[in-house]
């Protein structure tokens, strides 16, 4: 078997997963020269924020969207071809992407609560099994359960679990963001969980409506992961998630501001809509029976 043969069959086999258990994962994807600047540009950013924001993220460490402090390597990475051919390999072929962050914990810090992303549950789509927000998750040093790998319950995009009755939206700022209170059912181990654990250069495919989480960080290293939400098959969802996914990027200033800068490398990515129809409102709770 040939080496383009083996890889199809690998990207089938990704895509069914994605799609039942609702992530996979790329192997390298990213190289090491690539992997140093995006480790540059993270720390540079975290230099830039304001202390209270780190008091307030304990449990993330923090999040820190690419338009707040502009970059050219976050930029690049966005649009990276390597990304972007994964995207391909899973019949995805014009993504547009959304939001993204740097999420960083430094060493000796508590874990990442449970949460899933979703935000169209008041929308029919949301209990479908139709492609809609996906995260690109770049881990900048390799994870173990040490270190704040991921943690994911496969299929939970997609069939109820216990996790999605409390009663708390995925970031809120509350005690479990500030990690105060640890004994929190968001922080305990659950049923069905498994890690995630990858090398820095892979990447983490999933689906917003996936329940996650990270183990904390015992080590004397920062792990940070760098996280782009896209919307894969853009084309072809409805009008009024077209409406929600504009109207929510267009509104912040700072988003618009780093389009201009960057339009001659992102045009392709940008999601456009002019038509007239009314988004859906914006809903984090999981309506799945
Ligand atoms: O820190 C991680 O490993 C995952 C980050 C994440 O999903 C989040 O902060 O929402």
């Known amino acids: 078997m040939n080496r383009d043969t083996q890889q199809y ?17 790329f192997e390298n994807v990213l190289d090491l020269e690539m992997i140093a600047s995006l480790n540059t540009m993270s720390e540079w950013t975290i230099t830039q924020e304001d202390p209270v924001h780190f008091e307030e993220h304990r449990s993330q460490g923090c999040i820190i969207p ?21 995207f391909a390999r899973l019949g995805f072929d014009d993504p547009k992407v959304w939001s993204g962050f740097v999420i960083s914990k430094p060493p000796h810090t508590p874990p990442l609560y449970w ?28 994870t173990n359960r040490y270190n704040g790998c991921l943690r994911v319950i ?7 679990h216990t996790l ?33 654990p990858v090398k820095a250069g892979d990447v983490i495919i999933g689906d917003s409506r996936l329940l996650h ?24 969802l409805p009008e ?39 988004a859906p409102s914006w809903c984090n709770t999981c309506t799945l029976r």
């Open 9 to 25: 069959i690998s990207a089938k086999e990704k895509r069914a997963q994605l799609m039942t258990k609702g992530f996979c994962v």
């Open 66 to 86: 690419y338009y707040k402090f502009p970059h050219p390597t976050f930029a690049k990475l966005i649009v990276h071809p390597h990304a972007l051919s994964v």
């Open 115 to 142: 949460h899933q992303d979703g935000v169209l549950w008041n929308h029919p789509i949301s209990i479908t099994d139709k492609p809609q927000q996906y995260f690109l998750m770049y881990y900048l040093v390799d």
């Open 154 to 160: 496969p299929g939970s995009h997609l069939k109820r």
């Open 164 to 196: 999605h009755d409390l009663d708390r939206k995925a970031h809120e700022l509350d005690e479990v963001q500030r990690a105060s209170n640890m004994k929190h059912p968001a922080f305990q181990q659950v049923e069905g969980e498994i890690d995630v």
């Open 213 to 236: 989480s990270a183990h904390a960080n015992q080590t004397d290293k920062r792990r940070t992961v760098l996280t782009i939400w896209y919307w894969p098959a853009y084309a072809s």
């Open 240 to 278: 009024e998630v077209k409406k929600l996914i504009i109207d929510h990027i267009t509104v912040k200033r700072e988003w618009v501001s780093w389009i201009k800068k960057t339009r001659s490398i992102t045009q392709s990515l940008i999601p456009i809509y002019e038509g007239e129809a009314k």
